[in-house]
């Protein structure tokens, strides 16, 4: 008589999703008083900032439906894995070769316009999937991944930028910078909703809604950024703003420095979110994916509530060296993730504790942006820097899939590029403290 093995699916404890909740509430209910007054303050400052997370949450929840339903979506089309391959790298290769001067355009025209244009091209995309029906690769990742792009920097320039001219503190500015990472991370996992609720366990019947939903949001998006929204004319000539860059990108190392930063983030951030799913399920594992990602974009959501706490309240840190110890911890997590076989609930601890970091990480990252690179070059600098991550993704993405590089390699070198990341904060930290002791003689 044989004997039958029952295999489980592997599902987080509830309890984690309680933990993270509480802690999100009890931190932001506890915030030292001078963070998040200005947002709750009904002056014409924090009216923007409202306006502003609101339309950031829409153009957040965009991005989230394809970042959670795009796997599935290209299976529903019959995509084969060499397919699903090219689609992504000729995204990488579309963000690589045109995504990475998106930045100067904005600085160019305006960062609204750029705005506008992601959501142009969401809803380019919505509407030909929901007329045509199929899209073609080149198409939809073409678009999509020009979008991206400009999420990743036209947003955060315009807030500074209309933050700078409505003459705001900087502890505002602070404030706003983890309340973004705070609200992407939130619409994400609202977005996860979203799809689940219009698909309603049946892909090939309800698959359209989605569609209908991104298109919907889309036009709400560009109504609101259109009537609701004044930007002063950009009034910089391209000779002007292409001394101003050559100026700041060559001459400043304290940019480089960021740059590296910001380049060896998007990496390790990308392979994170390529790699977290087949680690979790080597060897076949059975996995619950769909409960463990709220869990990770929750311990973001909770990371990024604990960057006021390091700035404004009683553990005050300089913010290089809040980096440099958070770049250590996420490269040693990695580290582990790399050198061997885990156990699940190792695994998704140590993704946890990576996204947790994550959060403080990148409200940072725009602080210290704010304290070493000028307004009109900041978009420029910021997509100049993701050239060399999309750079490395796309050639790991292609030498990968041939198993010249495995997927612990790749973990190992964003983990480098995060120990990397550290050492250019001990670098900033040590020059800031020389500059400092300086000005203090004269």
């Known amino acids: 008589m044989g004997v039958v093995i029952e295999s489980e699916v592997w599902e987080p404890n509830k ?28 002056a014409p400052p924090a009216s923007f900032q409202r306006k502003f997370l609101l339309l950031y949450a829409l153009a957040s929840v965009m991005e989230g439906l394809w970042a959670v339903f795009g796997e599935h979506e290209l299976a529903y089309y019959g995509f084969s894995k060499e397919q ?11 963000s690589l070769f045109f995504g990475s001067f998106l930045g100067m355009l904005s600085d160019l025209v ?36 020009l979008a991206s792009s400009i999420f990743s920097f036209s947003f955060e320039t ?26 992407e991370s939130a619409s994400f996992i609202g977005s ?31 109504i609101y950024v259109s009537r609701g929204w004044k930007e002063a004319p950009q009034i910089a000539i391209f000779k002007d703003y292409h001394i101003s860059l050559h100026r700041h990108a060559i001459s400043d190392k304290r940019i480089w420095l960021l740059s590296w930063a910001q380049t060896c983030v ?7 979110w390529i790699l977290w799913a087949p680690t979790i399920v080597a060897d076949g594992r059975e996995v619950s994916l769909g409960l463990i990602y709220p869990c990770l974009l929750g311990s973001k959501m909770l990371g990024s509530t604990g960057f006021p706490w390091f700035f404004h309240g009683r553990l005050v840190l300089r913010i290089e060296e809040c980096l440099l110890y958070a770049f250590v911890i996420m490269g040693l997590a990695l580290s582990i993730v790399a ?31 704010t304290m070493y690179v000028p307004n009109e070059v900041r978009g420029g600098i910021m997509s100049l820097s993701l050239m060399p991550a999309n750079a490395a993704i796309l050639l790991t993405l292609q030498r990968g899939y041939y198993q010249y590089i495995g997927n612990s390699t790749i973990i190992a070198f964003a983990a480098l590029g995060l120990f990397s990341a550290a050492g250019c904060m001990y670098l900033l930290k040590k020059w800031g403290k020389q500059l400092h002791q300086s000005i203090h003689h004269l």
């Open 266 to 272: 998007h990496f390790s951030l990308a392979a994170f």
């Open 84 to 94: 699903m391959l090219t689609f992504i790298s000729v995204g990488y290769a579309v």
């Open 15 to 42: 309890a984690l999703y309680i933990f993270l909740f509480i802690s999100c509430v009890f931190s932001i209910f506890c915030l030292p008083r001078k963070s998040v007054s200005n947002v709750i303050d009904h």
């Open 110 to 145: 305006g960062h609204k316009k750029l705005c506008l244009l992601f959501f142009m091209l969401h809803l380019f995309v919505s509407t030909w999937k929901i007329v045509v029906g199929t899209p073609t690769i080149w198409l939809a990742s073409i678009s999509l991944s």
């Open 192 to 222: 996860q909703v979203l799809a689940n609720y219009l698909i309603d366990g049946n892909v090939n019947k309800n698959i359209k809604s989605t569609w209908n939903a991104a298109a919907v949001l889309a036009v709400a998006a560009i």
């Open 339 to 369: 050198y061997d076989y885990q156990e699940i609930g190792v695994l998704v601890s140590l993704f946890c504790l990576f996204q947790a970091c994550m959060g403080v990480v990148l409200p940072s990252l725009a602080r210290l942006r």
């Open 158 to 183: 315009w807030m500074v930028v209309e933050h700078d001219k409505l003459g705001q503190r900087q502890d505002s500015l602070n404030d706003m910078f983890w309340l973004m990472t705070f609200f």
